[in-house]
Nanobody
Framework: QVQLVESGGALVRPGGSLTLSCAVS????????MGWYRQAPGKSRELVAG???????NYPDIMKGRVTISKDRAKNTVILQMKDLKPEDTATYYC????????????????WGQGTQVTVSS
């Protein structure tokens, strides 16, 4: 059974930084593509960053240059580092495991965490 538990969400001021973690069980992050998504109220869920089984990276434009995704193989965890946060980054951030990797783009699987709230406000 695949389980994902996100943590690290918080209230942060504009321009601040935050690191989110996704603890994964039931699937090995080292052997699988992984992704981070976000969903703001009233909006659809959108990809923030993806990483392939070979650690290739996919950064859509929405946060490109301000996020870094990585894997901690020893802890079977996926990390999302975010900087220069803006109020429009306010959303619930979700981890996704074992999705597709096609032509350098991550596609979501059925496996989602419960999400962690990030609020950017002064």
């Amino acid at each position: 059974q695949v389980q994902l538990v996100e943590s690290g969400g918080a209230l942060v001021r504009p321009g601040g930084s935050l690191t989110l973690s996704c603890a994964v069980s039931g699937i090995a992050v080292k052997n699988n593509p992984m992704g981070w998504y976000r969903q703001a109220p009233g909006k659809s869920r959108e990809l923030v960053a993806g990483i392939s089984s070979a650690d290739l990276l996919n950064y859509p434009d929405i946060m490109k240059g301000r996020v870094t995704i990585s894997k901690d193989r020893a802890k079977n965890t996926v990390i999302l580092q975010m900087k220069d946060l803006k109020p429009e980054d306010t959303a619930t951030y979700y981890c996704n495991a074992g999705g597709s990797w096609i032509s350098g783009h991550y596609g979501a699987s059925q496996y989602w965490g419960q999400g962690t709230q990030v609020t950017v406000s002064s």
